[in-house]
């Protein structure tokens, strides 16, 4: 507002000089205008007086102040009386010096009703040889008018302008305070606790639109954050807590069972075997809080997703055999992408581990493919198995931490995998597809990285 007060300020200053300059630029138009008549009328008398002399130039002054639209023509004696002319006084002095008057003087005309003001005129004095005085000048009514008539209309239009800006300020001005103010109240409630607000957008595109289009999608980010460390401490307390007591009631049957070497060692091998899992759960719910908080970032090149893909799959192919299943793939050769490498991979090796993991139960006959292509303006790296897939109903809950189909927890595992891979597509620019293998039967798992 002070900024708009101090243009508003500017323009006002600026209107006024502009009007005094418009006008004083039209003023000394006109009186270099009259100066210039004035001046070629004096060099007509002075051709009569050289011809005819007094008389002569009298009788010319005579004829000529009586025509429409004369100058002033003033013939007077020495002692400054007038004897001919069209003026019947002059302002004192002004007869007393010879040259252009300097500042314009008053006169009166013949006729003219007592009590009403002189006219303005300038003029040039002239004096010749015998003393006497001719006055040559030029009525300043006409330029008076048209003058004022210029100030008024420069001053009616800068009013006008400036009276829209004033209305134009008080709208915009006030528009933008009522914003403010709807913004201001928006964050008191988010400081208040409440995430699920959001800063006003009035659709314009304007700035104040783009600065709460960007504090939203913030907002929205660390909404995110909160409700995703929200479940991951409500899933802490729930998953961790059974491996937790496996632990203790193995060591409490340590302790209360046979006092030897060997059952100790078994247990102390089952509590490793306890721990690593825990390891790994702390370590793959360390990895998607780095990959969710961009750490990686830095770390972004241009790599080859084909030589990625084939490297993953050489690297489960046994594996996969070891569990009775079928590996294959369709991979098109000179894919690159922009991404951080030991990422991608992880995230292939967590959809290729959970195929050979759900899909196979040690009888054969089970398919895993592995296939990457170039689709229009995305790049689609995909793997399909032939097992029982996931309900479309629970394709969203899956990838949430924690969350695992298995509710027997029969099969081993976090619940993090598919986590993991949706946390690193959202850091590539990505995202994780979940449909099914066989879209007629509803079977089978095809997981889609989707780059693009």
């Not at 008398?45 to 009586?66: E, K, P």
């Not at 002319?85 to 009703?113: C, H, M």
């Not at 080859?304 to 098109?332: F, H, K, N, W």
Request: aromatic share 6%; charged share 25%.
């Amino acid at each position: 507002m002070r900024l708009s007060a101090l243009y508003l300020g500017l323009f006002a200053i600026c209107a006024v000089v502009l009007v005094f300059y418009v006008t004083d630029l039209t003023s000394s138009l006109l009186t270099g205008q009259t100066k210039r008549v004035v001046q070629d009328e004096i060099q007509v008398l002075a051709n009569f007086y050289r011809r005819g002399g007094v008389t002569l130039l009298i009788n010319h002054i005579d004829r000529r102040s009586r025509e429409p639209g004369a100058n002033l023509y003033t013939i007077a004696a020495p002692n400054g009386k007038i004897l001919a002319g069209n003026v019947e006084s002059l302002q004192a002095g002004i007869l007393d010096a010879k040259g252009w008057t300097a500042r314009p003087f008053t006169y009166r005309r013949f006729y003219q009703p007592e009590g009403t003001p002189g006219h303005r005129a300038l003029a040039e004095v002239i004096f010749l040889s015998n003393g006497m005085r001719v006055l040559v000048g030029r009525d300043l009514g006409e330029p008076t008018k048209f003058r004022s008539m210029i100030r008024s209309s420069l001053a009616l239009a800068l009013g006008i302008m400036l009276v829209g800006a004033l209305i134009i300020w008080f709208v915009i001005g006030r528009g933008a305070l009522l914003r403010i103010d709807r913004v201001a109240q928006a964050s008191q409630k988010i400081m208040a606790g409440d995430l699920a607000q959001r800063l006003p957008i009035s659709g314009t595109g304007d700035e104040f639109d783009r600065l709460s289009s960007s504090l939203n999608s913030m907002l929205v980010r660390i909404e995110k954050l909160n409700v995703g460390l929200r479940q991951v401490s409500d899933n802490i307390a729930h998953d961790l807590k059974t491996p937790l007591t496996r632990l203790r009631n193995k060591a409490e049957a340590a302790l209360a069972g046979r006092e030897d070497t060997a059952s100790y060692r078994l247990a102390m091998e089952e509590m490793i075997e306890e721990s690593d899992q825990l390891i790994r759960t702390f370590n793959a719910l360390l990895m998607i809080s780095r990959v969710e908080a961009g750490s990686a970032v830095a770390q972004m090149d241009t790599v080859d997703l084909s030589a990625i893909a084939r490297d993953t799959e050489e690297l489960y192919e046994p594996v996969a055999e070891e569990a009775g299943a079928t590996m294959t793939s369709d991979i098109s050769d000179g894919i690159v992408v922009s991404g951080n490498r030991e990422l991608i991979g992880q995230a292939i090796s967590n959809l290729i581990e959970n195929a050979i993991k759900y899909s196979t139960d040690g009888d054969g006959g089970s398919t895993i493919r592995i296939s990457l292509e170039q689709h229009k303006r995305n790049i689609i790296l995909s793997v399909r198995d032939s097992g029982p897939g996931i309900p479309e109903n629970r394709r969203n809950d899956v990838v949430k931490r924690f969350v695992r189909l298995d509710e027997s927890r029969s099969k081993p595992g976090t619940g993090l995998g598919l986590s993991l891979v949706d946390a690193i597509m959202g850091l590539h620019g990505g995202r994780l597809e979940l449909a099914s293998s066989d879209e007629i039967k509803q079977t089978g798992l095809c997981a889609r990285m989707v780059f693009g």
